[in-house]
């Protein structure tokens, strides 16, 4: 059985209130789908298992080589209506939600 070692990417990233999503996924996904390409199909998909699930398919079908282990995270933050975002016996402000998804090889048979 051969083994590959793992070559970690870490970066930091300040989220504002416009952000619409974050995808985390393993080179199975981003050697074969550019950034511009995971944003459109991210976008694509109201919920974040569809766009996780869209995600993979894409990989899949673009002969990723890594396609046994093809994993990807999408996280995609909702954010609520002004009136739900104040709490009315605390006066305070709740954070939007996040909704993740994670799907590891979620090619189809």
Same mark, same amino acid.
């Given at each position: 059985m051969k083994h590959r070692k793992a070559d970690t990417v870490s970066s930091m990233a300040v989220l504002d209130h416009e952000a619409e999503f974050l995808v985390i996924a393993a080179d199975g996904l981003w050697d074969v789908v550019p950034n511009e390409?995971?944003? &459109?199909?991210?976008? !694509?998909?109201?919920?974040?298992?569809?766009?996780?699930?869209?995600?993979? =398919?894409?990989? &899949?079908?673009?002969? !990723?080589?890594?396609?046994?282990?093809?994993?990807?995270?999408?996280?995609? =933050?909702?954010?609520?209506e002004l009136k739900s975002n104040l709490n009315a016996e605390t006066g305070t402000e709740s954070s939007p939600k996040a909704e993740t998804e994670l799907i590891r090889d979620a090619t189809p048979d």
């Open positions: 390409d995971a944003v &459109s199909l991210a976008q !694509s998909e109201e919920e974040p298992e569809a766009a996780a699930r869209k995600l993979t =398919f894409t990989a &899949s079908t673009r002969g !990723s080589a890594d396609s046994n282990s093809i994993t990807c995270i999408v996280v995609k =933050f909702r954010q609520p």
